[in-house]
């Protein structure tokens, strides 16, 4: 009795397990893991056991819990769909009480997960805005000229989470690479006043297993359905050369284990701007870094900007701030136009200010930058076969 128990829970642990790595994106789980003193073989598959296609989006999550002699099978359809895994207002989960004030320019709705003192600052002057906050926290005062105060109709909101699985694999495919040749570099590499068009490369992608320094360069290739990819094991770094800035152009992606900086008259994606929000481009621009990525003075990037550790805006970033661990704006001519979400803020004055820089929260952003897979679970669809 006991075995076939064993067996049955397994088994559904199973099917938990292949749904929750789906909704992280991963097409295939299939394998055989330990629990407990029994195992599991999951398999996900995108056709019924007789070999026949499923309809499109439906998803198939098969798992075998076995304990003794004792076997239980079970499966699940789900249906799948794509979804922006971004809301329409950008959160500042914080760390503590959060302070606005100073010459911070803040226009359009905000979520705060703390206690919120509005003493200075230029709130809702272009946009009305509307501070949010959770059950058991205020804004003061809860009114303002152009703002409003009160709870959020889903009362709690969190940052969404973000597969890194896709980004962190092509950093060990940098890490792992032991010979030179022209798109995969072991070691670094400095370029200096040259034009690389990615798009040259077999997988329009450059690897190094180091660090990348372009100095007055122009980088181009990559369309919105395959964009270019520059990796580097270690930081990747962007300058001025005598006058000549370094520009990328759209659709290209940074990948970077340690930093991404942007530094000088760079210019990350075309300059947009001439349009109105609604009217732009589709683009697939995007830097991901481990630690820190620093969009500085005189830097102007168009890019969903993800960074576990600081992503620190000086200079003018269009697009999304994800940042899971900190966001710093701490001079007054940063800019950001689209959307924060961020773990703890951090200003002139320290964390959990918001006292310099403009925020325009318009959320105009290129839904195709980071889309996922939505998954739910078919009624009556869970059988033992």
């Known amino acids: 009795m006991y075995s076939a128990s ?21 097409a295939d789980v299939s394998g055989t893991y330990s629990f407990f003193n029994s195992t599991i073989v999951i398999d996900t598959l995108e056709t019924y056991s007789d070999g026949g296609s499923l309809p499109d989006f439906l998803y198939m999550v098969t798992s ?6 004792a076997i239980r099978d079970y499966r699940v359809l789900s249906k799948k769909s794509l979804r922006a895994i971004w809301g329409n207002v950008s959160i500042i989960e914080g760390t503590n ?4 004030k100073g010459s911070v320019t803040l226009d359009d709705s905000l979520y705060i997960g703390q206690d919120v003192d ?29 703002y409003t105060s009160g709870l959020h109709p889903r009362e709690w909101l969190f940052n969404p989470d973000f597969n890194t699985e896709p980004y962190d ?18 070691g670094s590499k400095k370029y200096r ?27 181009t290739g990559g369309d919105t359905t395959r964009p270019a990819v520059i990796v580097a094991k270690t930081d990747i770094l962007a300058n001025e050369r005598r006058g000549t800035e370094t520009t ?8 970077a284990d340690d ?26 621009n995007m830097m991901y870094g481990y630690d820190l990525i620093l969009i500085d003075d005189d830097v102007e990037a168009w890019s969903s900007t993800f960074s576990t550790d600081d992503i620190r805006l000086n200079g003018t970033s269009y697009g999304i701030v994800y940042a899971p661990d900190k966001f710093t704006i701490s001079k007054t001519g940063a800019y950001l136009e689209g959307a924060i979400f961020a773990h703890k803020y951090v200003g002139s004055a320290g964390a959990n200010t918001i006292n310099r820089g403009t925020l325009n929260l318009n959320h105009y952003f290129n839904q195709d930058f980071f889309k996922t897979f939505d998954f739910g679970v078919i009624d009556n669809s869970l059988l033992e076969f």
Not at 6 to 21: R, V
Not at 64 to 69: E, K
């Open 193 to 219: 006043n040259v034009t690389i068009n990615l798009n040259d490369s077999p997988d329009s992608t450059l690897y190094a297993n180091g660090k990348f320094t372009f100095l007055g360069c122009t980088i």
């Open 248 to 255: 990328f152009g759209d659709n290209v992606v940074l990948i």
């Open 97 to 100: 009480d959060i302070t606005i």
């Open 6 to 26: 064993q067996a049955k829970w397994a088994s559904l642990s199973g099917i938990e397990y292949g749904l929750y790595k789906a909704e992280l994106g991963e």
């Open 169 to 186: 694999s092509m950093i060990a495919i940098a890490g792992g690479l032991t010979s030179t040749s022209t798109w995969r570099i072991n």
């Open 64 to 69: 075998r819990g076995t304990s003794g002699a």
């Open 259 to 284: 930093d991404i900086l942007l530094r000088g008259a760079t210019q990350f994606g075309l300059d947009w701007s001439g349009l109105a929000p609604a009217n732009r481009p589709h683009t697939f």
């Open 118 to 146: 509005v003493t200075a600052g230029t709130i809702g002057a272009t946009v009305h805005t509307h501070i949010y906050t959770p059950p058991g926290t205020a804004v003061d005062p809860t009114l303002g000229t152009n």
